[in-house]
Structure formats: C-alpha cells, structure tokens
C-alpha cells in the first residue's frame, strides 16, 4: 500500500525558507507524476507545483513562480519543494501527492490524484 509522508513544515517569518519532503513508502516513485498542492483555511486545495516521472517537466502556480523549486531524487523515493521568499500568503496545509496512473500528464489539479499525504503546516507569520 502505497504511503506519502510530508515534513519540513514549521513556522517561519515572511522572506524566509522553507523545504518539504514528500517521502514514499510500499510503492517505486519513479514512474509517477507528484504534485505538491496546498490548502489554506476556507479555501479550496490548489495545485503549487508537479514534477513528471523523469524530472524533466516541472510547472508552477503563478502565485509562487520564482519563489518555490520543486525536485524529486527517485533513488530516496523522496519528492521535495524548496520555498524561498515566504509570503503571509503562502500560510496553508501543503500536501503531496500523485495519481494512479503511471507516466500522467503533470498538472496542477487535485482532480485525478489519488494518494494523498496527511499534509505539513506552514505558517508564514511575522
């Protein structure tokens, strides 16, 4: 049974850094899409960023282009998502996660993934 656990959350002051891994256990990453997506109090979960199977695509939410960094290392099973010049805004849950099927098309909607992590808190707070 395929497992995702999230962690590097915490809280951090506005400017500051972050990174999250996303690690995998019961199942190879290796042929999957992951998403990192997020969810900030009385609002709907939102795509943050995916990276393709291999590496080679990557794609980024607007909000946090330039800023966040995603990359995957397949021999640790391990997705990871370095966040720099942390917002207010950026405050939310933050999850991974990927669907069943492998060699998927990287896209930002939470339709379509199907394992999900329990997530990590970020707070971006002064």
């Known amino acids: 049974q395929l497992q995702l656990v999230e962690s590097g959350g915490g809280l951090v002051q506005p400017g500051g850094s972050l990174r999250l891994s996303c690690a995998a256990s019961?199942?190879?990453?290796?042929?999957?899409?992951i998403g990192w997506f997020r969810q900030a109090p009385g609002k709907e979960r939102e795509g943050v960023s995916c990276?393709?199977?291999?590496?080679?695509?990557?794609k980024y939410a607007d909000s946090v282009k330039g800023r966040f960094t995603i990359s995957r290392d397949n021999a640790k099973n391990t997705v990871y998502l370095q966040m720099n010049s942390l917002k207010p805004e950026d405050t939310a849950v933050y999850y991974c996660?990927?669907?069943?099927?492998?060699?998927?098309?990287?896209?930002?909607?939470?339709?379509?993934?199907?394992?999900w992590g329990k997530g990590t808190l970020i707070t971006v707070s002064s």
């Open positions: 019961g199942s190879t990453l290796d042929y999957y899409t």
């Open positions: 990276i393709s199977n291999s590496g080679d695509v990557t």
């Open positions: 996660s990927l669907p069943r099927r492998p060699f998927s098309p990287c896209l930002l909607s939470p339709n379509g993934m199907d394992y």
